[in-house]
């Protein structure tokens, strides 16, 4: 059988082509931009690709086109696709069909953590010996690869919120049927598609009422949203996780910056995680993906030891180099708690070291202007700030910059953030770019900028 797959150099989609190649599908796919590393790892896998969307990639014609929710009515190849009747589907639900419907899926969702989380949990089950399938929404540096399908029954995904495709508004993880449900948190964000936080409950609830009576969700203790997407109805057994005094899964720092911590389970202490990652959140993640695999069957110690052994997904406080005494990281956040979490994570860990913090406000929510009132606060545990200020940016940033208590400074240019970053780094100083995009490769041009120094 041959798929097609539009859009498929996005994570999820090149993470469905590949999958689709191991259960032995012929693959071919396009995109608007066919670059690497998705490009290179689609290539090497033995599928086809083309730049556009004309319809010259539909020779030979597919048995099935599978549709990614970035494409939209009026693209050349979705209307194609419709003027000729051909079969069509989203990729969700393609993976429902053809894989997940005979697994026993543990799906990660919230608003933060997933990629982090979902690697986590995928890890302990690989190291426990249980050989997972997997699609996650970034390269987990323990796999170097974002999807397999594995060989048990289990199969972990990171369970995303955004829509399905553009006939099927849907939340992708409504097509996932969990038996294992990790609910991280829940904020207002995806403003592009979501009118309100109610909106975004209520999708979530949907995905509730797909998990069966005999299976877990496992829910941050005290988290008000998520409490109010149970109180919705809840037909599954729940486990709460957290501080809160109803958790029966607790951690307890024993570091400041959360390398090492203690893990409990009703009030019993199974042990402690000595790993390189840092920050409160990490830690919460952490304590959601072993209770997660416990319900799989793995032994609380083990995913403690597993999580000693596991290496962060790329682009989650990354170090890109060290040039002069300088180190730079990259961060995915795209959210203000994500960047405040970041922060805060790196200030524990470097105490009064010196952070400069530089944020590209670029996904679609951060554009809107929604969440402009926290940005202010999200990066006050920085000494100074560089913040872009794109040319398509609808709102203005001076009211983030007039009400922030650290110094920022606004940039048209990529160029003159790192002119100005280098300018100001010193030995034994820390610069975190935080960006959910590219940003004109702009980490790599910082250290090649500090490598200049004379010493």
Known sequence: MHVHILGICGTFMGGIAAIAKSLGYKVTGSDR?????????????????SEGYDESQFEPMPDMVI???????????????????????????WLLDHLLKDRWVLAVAGTHGKTTTTS???????????????????????????????????????????????????????????????????????ADIFENLDAIKKQFHHLVRTVPANGLILSQAGDPNMESVLEMGCWSEQGFVGQAHKAQWQARKSKSDCSEFEVQHQ??????????????HNMN??????????????????????????????????????K?????????????????????????KVGNQKIIAIVEPRSNTMRMGIH?????????????????????????????????????????????????????????????????????GIHQRILDTLGERND
Not at 335 to 344: C, E, K, V
């Open 67 to 93: 549709i990614g929710n970035a494409m939209a009515r009026s693209n050349p190849a979705v209307e194609y696709v419709l003027n000729r009747n051909l079969p069509y589907t989203s990729g969700p639900q």
């Open 120 to 190: 986590m949990l995928a890890w302990i089950l690989e190291d426990a010996g249980l050989s997972p399938g997997f699609l996650i929404g970034g390269v987990p540096e323990n796999f170097g690869i974002s999807a397999r399908i594995g060989e048990s029954p289990f199969f972990v995904i990171e369970a995303d919120e955004y829509d399905s495709a553009f006939f099927d508004k849907r939340s992708k993880f409504v097509h996932y049927r969990p038996r294992t449900l990790i609910l991280n948190n829940l904020e207002f964000d995806h």
């Open 33 to 49: 931009n066919v670059y690497p590393p998705m490009s290179t790892q689609l290539k090497e896998l033995g599928i086809e690709l």
């Open 324 to 348: 002069h005494g300088v180190t730079v990281y990259d961060d995915f956040a795209h959210h203000p708690t994500a960047i405040q979490t970041t922060i805060n994570g790196l200030r524990n």
């Open 372 to 440: 402009k009132s926290q940005l202010s606060q999200a990066w006050e545990q920085a000494d100074e700030v560089h913040l872009l200020e794109p040319d398509n940016l609808t709102w203005s940033l001076q009211d983030v910059i007039d009400n922030s208590k650290v110094h920022v400074m606004p940039h048209k240019h990529t160029q003159s953030i790192v002119d100005q970053a280098c300018s100001a780094a010193q030995p034994g100083d820390h610069i975190l770019v935080m960006s959910n995009g590219g940003f004109e």
């Open 267 to 280: 009030q019993k202490l199974y042990g402690s995680v000595k790993w390189s990652l840092i920050g409160e």
């Open 285 to 322: 993640n952490a304590l959601m993906a072993i209770a997660a695999s416990h319900h799989a069957g793995v032994k609380v110690e083990d995913a403690i030891a597993a999580l000693g052994r596991f290496n962060n997904v790329k682009r989650r406080m990354e170090i890109k180099g060290v």
